[in-house]
């Protein structure tokens, strides 16, 4: 069945230095969205990506979409300690919507 | 706007017990999700409904789990016999328009259910 995988699982990081985690599908996708969650919190919505090869940026984020519409990174510049949490990426397919196992953020002070 | 209504925020019951989780979305929103997120398997959509319609359940892990949408503000997920398995944060969403993954969705802050 399809699957999304999502790597690093865990990435620790000096404040100041960047960050970037990587999804990956087994089928092309129609759309991908990524998600923030907070330790204790809940997912929020960060940004969909629709077309292939998109690029869209949010402050120090950055965020692509594969030309074959299989693969989504998003890449935070200069790390900031409001950047902690759990990033997910959540990947459209035919008839459902999958989300990545996530990539857990600890950024040191 | 309140976003969206989880109750109770904690939970904790004894395996064999009904539960019954519930979920206010957000008003004008025409699409409803339930979620159940753990360590081991991260985050699974359960069942997601259009206008109050149960469109795809087949996240649901097995008959035990049950979800009702009878108005276009309220939804239960109701798990019977509950088993310590269950236990995780159920997470409700919504969204405005139909389809999944087409628009963003808005998450609640979540139930934590402990079955012991």
């Known amino acids: 069945g399809q699957q999304v995988m999502q790597i690093p699982q865990y990435q620790h990081v000096q404040e100041g230095e960047d960050f970037t985690t990587y999804c990956n599908s087994s089928?092309?996708?129609?759309?991908i969205q990524w998600y923030k969650q907070r330790p204790g919190g809940h997912p929020v919505f960060l940004i969909q990506l629709v077309k292939s090869g998109e690029v869209k940026k949010q402050k120090r984020l950055t965020f692509q979409f594969g030309e074959a519409k299989k693969n989504s990174s998003l890449h935070i510049t200069a790390t900031q300690t409001t950047d902690v949490g759990t990033y997910f990426c959540?990947?459209?397919?035919?008839?459902?919507?999958?989300f990545g196992t996530g990539t857990r953020l600890t950024v040191i002070p | 706007d309140a976003g969206v209504i989880q109750s109770p925020r904690h939970e904790v019951t004894e395996m064999g017990q009904e539960v019954t989780l519930r979920c206010k979305p957000i008003s004008g929103h025409n699409s409803l999700f339930w979620y159940r997120q753990t360590m081991m398997r991260g985050l699974e959509l359960l069942i997601y409904f259009n206008n109050n319609v149960p469109i795809d359940d087949s996240g649901m892990p097995e008959d035990r789990f049950s979800a009702k949408m009878p108005n276009a503000s309220f939804s239960t997920l109701k798990i019977q016999p509950s088993e310590p398995r269950d236990s995780a944060v159920y997470f409700c969403a919504s969204s405005f328009g139909f389809g999944l993954g087409v628009y963003e969705q808005y998450f609640g802050p979540g139930t934590r259910l402990t079955v012991t």
């Open positions: 089928t092309t996708l129609s759309n």
């Open positions: 959540a990947g459209q397919g035919a008839n459902n919507l999958f």
